[in-house]
């Protein structure tokens, strides 16, 4: 569980960040780089300690999944991936497009993000010597 949850924040670093989807974010959010350097300076470390409780508390909860469903492969874990993302968070999250004012272009972007984020944990929980 530890192990997926720093994977999580990982995967999450180099998502949002320069080298990949950062500028794209950054855009789609309608942020700039001024109110991302006003956030900046109010102090990262909370928002990067929730944010690691929250990966902690996903990959915990997606372990029982695993384990419930007998997940032992990467096959199991891409599938098993899949549907949490699906169920859970793919369409939870379209109320940010149909109610919020959202792009569908950053849902796209956050939610590619999840779903990377999902199974890889899910291969990590699956794959791990238990």
Same mark, same amino acid.
């Given at each position: 569980?530890?192990a997926?949850?720093?994977?999580?924040?990982?995967?999450?670093?180099? /998502?949002?960040?320069? +080298?990949?989807?950062? @500028?794209? /974010?950054?855009?789609?959010?309608?942020?700039?780089?001024?109110?991302?350097?006003?956030?900046?300076?109010?102090?990262? =470390? @909370?928002?990067y300690v929730?944010?690691?409780i929250?990966?902690?508390?996903?990959?915990y909860?997606?372990?029982?999944f695993?384990s419930?469903?007998?997940?032992?492969?990467?096959?199991?874990?891409?599938?098993? !991936?899949f549907? +949490?993302?699906?169920?859970?968070?793919g369409?939870?999250?379209?109320?940010?497009?149909?109610w919020?004012?959202?792009s569908? !272009?950053? /849902?796209?972007? #956050? #939610?590619?993000?999840?779903?990377? #984020?999902? =199974?890889?944990?899910?291969i990590?929980l699956?794959?791990w010597?238990w």
């Amino acid at each position: 569980v530890l192990a997926a949850a720093i994977a999580s924040m990982i995967v999450g670093g180099l /998502w949002y960040s320069p +080298i990949l989807f950062g @500028k794209t /974010w950054i855009r789609l959010s309608g942020m700039t780089a001024e109110t991302l350097g006003k956030a900046k300076a109010k102090g990262m =470390t @909370k928002s990067y300690v929730i944010t690691f409780i929250g990966s902690f508390a996903m990959a915990y909860v997606l372990a029982h999944f695993v384990s419930f469903v007998g997940s032992s492969t990467i096959t199991d874990a891409l599938q098993l !991936g899949f549907w +949490i993302w699906l169920g859970f968070v793919g369409t939870v999250s379209l109320g940010s497009i149909l109610w919020e004012g959202k792009s569908w !272009g950053l /849902w796209f972007l #956050n #939610n590619s993000y999840q779903l990377v #984020n999902i =199974t890889l944990a899910a291969i990590i929980l699956s794959l791990w010597p238990w």
